[in-house]
C-alpha cells in the first residue's frame, strides 16, 4: 500500500477520536485506575459510567445503599428478582462513591448509563410510578455529588434477555418515565451543565435495523414538544467497520425523513471482535484483532459528523474480556496497556492537524503533523501481511529523527509477547532526507499496527 504524506498541506484539525472512552461495573478497577488511565491515554472528554438500580435501592424494603459495595448481589436465589447480568458481575473492593468520584475527577463530562429493574416494573411487580420516583431520588442525589454528569443514558442493551428483553413499545415506556425525570431536576435545580436524556444503547447496528427503526418511529409519532432526546446511542461488536458507515447513513436518513431531531450519536460500546467468554491465554490474541479494528474503526468515524465511539472498555475481566480490555491489573499491583491501550495511546499520540495523504488508504492510515513534526499511524487489521511504501514530502533539512512504536504479537505486547509497562518505541534511527522527502517501507502483519514520530 502506497502511503504519500503531504507534511504541508493540513486537512482538517484532528479530531480527539480517543476522548469517549468506557468504565465497568461488572469489573470494577481499583480507585486509582482513572487517574493513570488518564495518565496514559489522555482526560476523557465523555467518560461512560454505570449504576445498577438494583444496587442502590431495594425494592423488597425500600431502602437506598449511597455507597454500595459493588458487586454484591443481595437478590442471590430471590425468584422474584430478574436474573440480569449477576452472573458475570465480579464482586469488587470498590465502593460507588469511589467509582463516580474517581472517574468524574479523570473526565470532563460524565455519561451515566442507569440500568436494571426494566424487567419488574414492564411486568408490573414495580410500578412505573414508583420506578420513576426511585430514579428521580438516584439522578439528584448522585447530580449533587457529581456536578459534571451530564448525559443521562436510559437502559443498556435492553432488547437482549440478559438486560431485560423489552419490546420497543416497553422500552418506550420507561424511556418516558426518565424524560420527565430529567426534565423536572433540571427545572428544580436549574443545574450549570443541564441533564440530557438518550437511548437505546442498543445492540448489533444493521443487524437490528428493524428494531432502531421502530424507536425513531415510536419517537417521532410522539407529541413534538414530547420529543426529548439529546442523543442517541448504539452497540456493534463486528470484524466489519464498515457496518459503521451503513447504519451512520441508514439512521441520517431516517432522522431527516422523520423530523426528528440531529443529535450526537454515540456509538458507546464497539470492538470487532466477539470472542466474549475465555480463560486468561485463551483468545489473548484477540485483543491484538480488536485493537488493529478499532484503530480502523475510529479513523473511519472520524468522518462521520456528529458520530462518537467509545472503545470496549478502558478496565474488565481478563477471564471473560480479554480481547476487549485496554489495561490489566499485575500481581504487583501496577496496571500495564494491552494491544487496546496502545492502540488508543497511539491515537493519543496524534498530533495537532491532519496532513494530507494522496491515496485511498481504506482508514487504514492517517497522518498529523504539528510542532515540526509528523505522526503517522497504520493498522493492519486483516488476515495478511501489509506492506507499506512511504513518502513524506515536504520536510526541511538534511536528516530526520523517526522513532516507530510497534505493536505485534510480540513487541509491545502484555498478553503474549515482551512484558513491557508502557507503549515504547521499538526502532529509533536518524533517516535522510533528500529534496524535503523522505522514504521508508515496512511489512505489517496481521492484526498489528506501528505509529511512526518524524522530525
Not at 469489573?27 to 465523555?46: E, H, L, Q
Not at 468524574?104 to 448509563?113: F, G, P, R
Not at 489495561?327 to 494530507?356: C, Q, R, W
Request: aromatic share 12%; charged share 25%.
Amino acid at each position: 500500500m502506497k502511503i504519500t504524506v503531504d507534511s504541508q498541506k493540513t486537512v482538517r484539525k484532528w479530531p480527539r477520536v480517543e476522548a469517549y472512552q468506557n468504565t465497568t461495573l461488572r469489573y470494577t478497577p481499583p480507585p486509582d485506575f482513572a487517574a493513570y488511565s488518564a495518565s496514559v491515554i489522555g482526560k476523557p472528554k465523555i467518560l461512560r459510567c454505570w449504576i445498577t438500580l438494583d444496587e442502590v435501592w431495594d425494592n423488597r424494603t425500600d431502602e437506598y445503599f449511597w455507597d454500595y459495595q459493588i458487586g454484591v448481589n443481595r437478590y442471590e436465589n430471590d425468584p422474584g428478582h430478574y436474573f440480569y447480568d449477576w452472573l458475570v458481575s465480579v464482586p469488587s473492593e470498590t465502593k460507588f462513591i469511589d467509582y463516580l468520584r474517581t472517574n468524574s475527577a479523570q473526565a470532563e463530562e460524565i455519561l451515566l448509563c442507569f440500568r436494571r429493574y426494566e424487567r419488574e416494573v414492564t411486568d408490573g411487580i414495580i410500578s412505573y410510578e414508583k420506578y420513576e420516583k426511585v430514579l428521580e431520588k438516584v439522578l439528584e442525589h448522585y447530580k449533587k455529588l457529581f456536578p459534571n454528569i451530564r448525559y443521562i443514558e436510559c437502559c443498556n442493551e435492553s432488547e437482549l434477555s440478559v438486560f431485560g428483553g423489552l419490546t420497543i413499545p416497553e422500552y418506550y415506556r420507561i424511556y418516558k418515565c426518565a424524560s420527565r425525570v430529567v426534565k423536572k431536576l433540571n427545572k428544580k435545580h436549574h443545574y450549570q451543565m443541564p441533564l440530557e436524556l438518550g437511548g437505546t444503547a442498543m445492540s448489533g447496528l444493521v443487524g437490528r435495523w428493524n428494531q432502531w427503526s421502530e424507536f425513531l418511529t415510536t419517537l417521532a409519532e410522539d407529541e413534538p414538544e414530547e420529543r426529548d432526546i439529546s442523543f442517541y446511542s448504539v452497540h456493534d461488536y463486528a470484524k466489519n467497520v464498515y457496518r459503521l458507515m451503513d447504519f451512520y447513513v441508514m439512521h441520517k436518513q431516517s432522522v431527516k425523513r422523520l423530523g426528528l431531531p440531529d443529535v450526537p450519536l454515540f456509538i458507546d460500546e464497539y470492538g470487532t471482535t466477539g470472542y466474549w467468554h475465555n480463560q486468561f491465554g485463551e483468545g489473548a490474541d484477540e485483543n491484538m484483532k480488536n485493537a488493529s479494528g478499532i484503530i480502523n474503526a475510529m479513523i473511519l468515524g472520524s468522518y462521520l459528523d456528529g458520530a462518537y465511539i467509545f472503545p470496549w472498555c478502558t478496565f474488565h475481566d481478563p477471564v471473560r474480556q480479554v480481547n476487549y480490555t485496554q489495561f490489566i491489573k499485575t500481581e504487583d499491583g501496577s496496571y500495564v496497556p494491552t494491544p487496546n491501550g496502545n492502540a488508543v495511546t497511539a491515537l493519543h499520540m496524534m498530533l495537532e492537524n491532519e496532513l494530507m495523504i494522496e491515496e485511498y488508504t481504506e482508514h487504514k492510515a492517517v497522518a498529523t503533523g504539528g510542532g515540526g513534526k509528523v505522526a503517522l499511524l497504520v493498522t493492519n487489521p486483516g488476515d495478511a501481511p501489509l506492506n507499506i511504501d512511504v513518502t513524506v514530502n515536504g520536510l526541511s533539512g538534511y536528516t530526520a529523527g523517526m522513532a516507530q512504536y510497534l505493536v505485534n504479537g510480540i513487541s509491545n505486547n502484555n498478553l503474549t509477547g515482551e512484558q513491557t509497562k508502557s507503549f515504547d518505541p521499538v526502532v529509533k534511527s536518524l533517516e535522510k532526507v533528500i529534496k524535503g522527502r523522505l522514504n521508508f517501507k515496512a511489512d505489517i502483519e496481521p492484526h498489528a499496527f506501528s505509529l511512526w514520530i518524524i522530525g
